[in-house]
């Protein structure tokens, strides 16, 4: 050794440096803006959906949203109104991220989540899943296209009350919901349109208090990424070995009380996934 002391340690400056380079299209700066203001978010949804009446109850960031026999998500943005429609906000740099399939399997988990057995489908909320892309994944060449499933022969909505909204920083103009996808693409608030979103990045970059607020955010955030991953591959585990053992012949009693699970759990690990 050389007697040279190598640390991984993070300097208070380093960390100003690297807020100081985010933008709202970075989905951890977007987060902790709509965690610490969630008027933010309601002040974005109603440039989205063009309803300046529009009232939030409720805005929660990094939502898990559990699925027991597929693959659960962790939403950006779950907001709900007050007429309990609820919001999916995503922020995502990459067409590939953006796939419609995406956009599809986002509604669907969000109402997988919030049906209870005795309850009508007609008793499932209202849902909007809402894209913010840097890119065009739909190759639309709009800054905004609305999604509704419709009744060809009769070129009518079907009205499933199911919507999805994609949106491209790319074509950001002059008009106001414009204005807002350009700020999505700005470092400097300086530079940015919106009073709104710039008040916030300035307190989150440029105050002593508001970078000590990003740090405790993006250091909680990193902490639940890990635990996510670690829990990840602790099901992964648990899967593998009961799939092991079914193949083997083991009975499903035997299973349960191997691993310690219930069995709802059995079942779960039970169910073969797609690979």
């Not at 050389?2 to 208070?12: A, L, M, P």
């Not at 949203?65 to 779950?78: P, V």
């Not at 109104?81 to 969000?110: C, F, M, T, W």
């Not at 607020?213 to 909680?220: D, L």
Request: aromatic share 8%.
């Amino acid at each position: 050794m050389n007697g040279t002391h190598r640390t991984s340690y993070v300097t208070d400056e380093e960390k100003r440096q690297a807020i100081a380079k985010m933008t709202l299209k970075d989905d951890t700066f977007f987060c902790a803006v709509c965690k610490l203001f969630p008027q933010t978010a309601e002040y974005i949804l109603r440039l989205i959906l063009d309803k300046p009446g529009l009232r939030v109850i409720s805005v929660e960031t990094q939502s898990d949203e559990r699925s027991l026999i597929g693959r659960s998500l962790c939403l950006d943005i779950l907001v709900e109104d007050e007429n309990g429609k609820l919001y999916d906000i995503e922020v995502q740099r990459s067409d590939a991220g953006a796939v419609p399939e995406r956009a599809r399997y986002h509604s669907a988990v969000l109402d997988s989540a919030r049906l209870k057995k005795s309850q009508r489908f007609t008793d499932l909320p209202e849902t909007c899943v809402i894209f913010i892309t840097e890119g065009d994944p739909l190759g639309a060449g709009e800054k905004i296209c609305h999604i509704e499933r419709v009744i060809l022969e009769k070129k009518r909505l079907f009205n499933d009350r199911e919507h999805i909204i994609y949106l491209s920083m790319k074509y950001a103009d002059d008009t106001p919901l414009g204005d807002m996808l350009h700020d999505f693409t700005c470092a400097d608030p300086g530079e940015m349109r919106c009073p709104e979103l710039a008040e916030k990045a300035d307190y989150l970059k440029m105050t002593d208090k508001g970078v000590t607020e990003m740090c405790e955010i993006m250091e909680n955030l990193n902490k639940l990424a890990a635990e996510r991953a670690a829990a990840a591959t602790k099901w992964q585990m648990c899967y593998e070995n009961v799939q092991r053992m079914l193949k083997l012949g083991f009975k499903k009693e035997d299973i349960i009380a191997s691993f310690g699970i219930s069995e709802k759990e059995f079942e779960e690990f039970a169910t073969p996934r797609a690979s």
